[in-house]
């Protein structure tokens, strides 16, 4: 039987590309994005797949949102989680300018809002359901050599930690964590100077996601399957 899976933020960049190849390899989809409505790309793929895509209103702005999902859901089991949907907040800001502003909607939107949707979704997981966790090698104190990007890297960090436990408490009920980096990808949020594509980082991460088990739960990864140091 071909798996079910939720991903977040799926309307562009990454979960976009995500959903499209899932979609083609005859998965069933449960796409989260602010707005499903002016969502065209997925709009697009909904018309391709009409069997296959469901699209659903998901703001991570609104924690309350998440346990509505799992009341959406009901009884209806997920095979994979991705919780993919982030922001970088200020780049390029250099010290002596950050401001307490941002800080708390990118620990939200990055750190709170992945381990709040597992929590929910929970019960709705499959036997042997796998969660990925979209995280980054900026998150990484070892990979660290040029500062900056304060409020981006302590979510990334932090929403590692929070893998890491899951990767411990989940593991009894046999569900396998993986914390992803999906290499510099051209979105959005990686630029047009990123080295990679999305379609080349999701055929990376979704061959490390056919590879998880609970033999290699807990682990930072790169897309190609590679360990990233902590
Ligand atoms: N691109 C890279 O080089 C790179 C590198 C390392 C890690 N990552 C990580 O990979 C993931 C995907 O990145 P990307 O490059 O695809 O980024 P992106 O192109 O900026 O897309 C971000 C996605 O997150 C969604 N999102 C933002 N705020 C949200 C909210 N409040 N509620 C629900 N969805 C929200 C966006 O939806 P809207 O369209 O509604 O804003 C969009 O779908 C992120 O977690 C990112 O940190 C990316």
Known sequence: MK?????????????LEFTRQYLHDGAQVIACCRQPE?????????????????????????PE??????????ERKLDLLISNAGIYGPKGLPLGHY??????EIMQIN???????????????????KIALLSSKMGSMDDNGSGGAY??????????????SLANDLAAQA???????????????????????ALTSVEGMRKVLDQ????????FLNYDGSEIPW
């Open 3 to 15: 798996p079910t899976l939720l991903i977040t933020g799926a309307n562009r960049g990454i979960g």
């Open 38 to 62: 002016s969502a065209d790309a997925l709009q697009q793929l909904a018309q391709q797949f009409p069997q296959q895509l469901e699209l659903v209103g998901l703001d991570l702005s609104h």
């Open 65 to 74: 949102q998440i346990p509505a999902l799992a009341d959406y859901l009901g």
């Open 99 to 104: 401001q307490a502003g941002p800080f708390a």
């Open 111 to 129: 750190v709170l809002a992945p381990l709040l949707l597992v929590q929910a979704l929970r019960p709705n997981f499959a036997q042997g359901a």
């Open 151 to 164: 409020f981006y890297r302590a979510s990334k960090a932090a929403l590692n930690a929070i893998g890491k």
């Open 175 to 197: 569900h396998p964590v993986a914390l992803l980096h999906p290499g510099w990808v051209q979105t959005e949020m990686g630029g047009p100077n990123a080295f990679i594509s």
């Open 212 to 219: 998880l088990t609970l033999a290699n739960t807990g682990r």
